[in-house]
């Protein structure tokens, strides 16, 4: 449920959070959503988050069996399990982006960069689309200094 404002969420933003969370949402002091319980939104044919950023799961984040490219929004922290197998980047190189994510505090382009040399070519480009190539050189250069 609802706890604290929610302005910059839309309706069908909150009523998919509603959806997918098992337990109770907030929204916190840096405008990120925390989970209390577990976050469900597998086999929903997502392409991304909806535009949800997520700041801590408490429990269990399952992102498996959709169309994500990306972990742009994911959960900084996750208590349980983070499930995001049978997507169109394979789910190892989605868990390593959002480990380097957490481990270092740093935000997704900037992971992004830092494992340029580590993902295969092809997922890279799926994982960077969206981004310019001025904030991939950017994000290529800050991430030397992590």
């Known amino acids: ?14 009523d998919w959070l509603d959806k997918c969370t098992q ?6 002091k ?15 044919n997502l392409e991304d988050f909806k535009g949800v950023k997520f700041g801590v ?3 269990d ?10 972990l742009e929004g994911a959960p900084q922290e996750v208590g349980g399990d983070f499930d995001c197998s049978y997507n169109l980047i394979r ?20 992971a992004l960069g830092l494992l340029k040399t580590r ?5 890279f ?4 689309s969206g981004y310019n190539e001025g904030s991939l050189n950017a994000a290529s250069i800050m991430s030397r200094f992590v």
């Open 1 to 14: 449920m609802e706890n604290l404002s929610l302005e910059g969420l839309t309706q069908a933003q909150k």
């Open 23 to 28: 337990g109770s949402w907030s929204l916190n």
């Open 30 to 44: 840096s405008g990120l959503v925390d989970i209390d319980g577990h976050f469900d939104c597998e086999k929903q």
């Open 57 to 59: 799961d408490g429990g």
């Open 61 to 70: 984040f399952r992102c498996s069996d959709n169309q994500l490219t990306s």
């Open 91 to 110: 789910g190892t190189t989605l868990k390593l982006i959002h480990k380097t994510m957490v481990e270092r505090n740093l935000p997704y382009i900037i």
């Open 119 to 123: 993902i295969n070519k092809k997922e």
């Open 125 to 128: 480009d799926k994982l960077s």
